[in-house]
């Protein structure tokens, strides 16, 4: 099993900087992609980013290419979202979320567990 934690989330203004954090612990899956999605109010749960420990690779959603990065903290098991220049259309739920494969997904349902999710929202 593998409990996830994310942290972070608050209220900011358009154009600042946050940092989401997601700590790992349980059955990590070290080995596998770890993602970030997030939840506006009335919309279906959409993926963010996701990067793989294997080779390093990174995926983005177009919505925040150039603006967010995901990095993971091998030594914190612990995987993180650096979002800039952030946008009212940033707001919403944000949750980590990890899966027993090797290929990096981009489906919500493609994952196996999840965080609680952070709020994120941003006023503009």
């Known amino acids: 099993q593998v409990q996830l934690v994310e942290s972070g989330g608050g209220l900011v203004q358009a154009g600042d900087s946050l940092t989401l954090s997601c700590a790992a612990s349980g059955r990590t899956f070290s080995s596998h992609p770890m993602a970030w999605f997030r939840q506006a109010p009335g919309k279906e749960r959409e993926f963010v980013a996701a990067?793989?420990?294997?080779?390093?690779?990174?995926v983005y959603a177009d919505s925040v290419k150039g603006r967010f990065t995901i990095s993971r903290d091998n030594a914190k098991n612990t995987v993180l979202l650096q979002m800039n220049s952030l946008k009212p259309d940033d707001t919403a739920v944000y949750y980590c979320?990890?899966?027993?494969?090797?290929?990096?997904?981009?489906?919500?349902?493609?994952?196996?567990?999840w965080g609680q999710g952070t709020q994120v929202t941003v006023s503009s």
């Open positions: 979320a990890v899966h027993r494969g090797l290929r990096i997904k981009t489906q919500a349902a493609q994952y196996d567990y």
């Open positions: 990067f793989r420990r294997s080779d390093g690779r990174t």
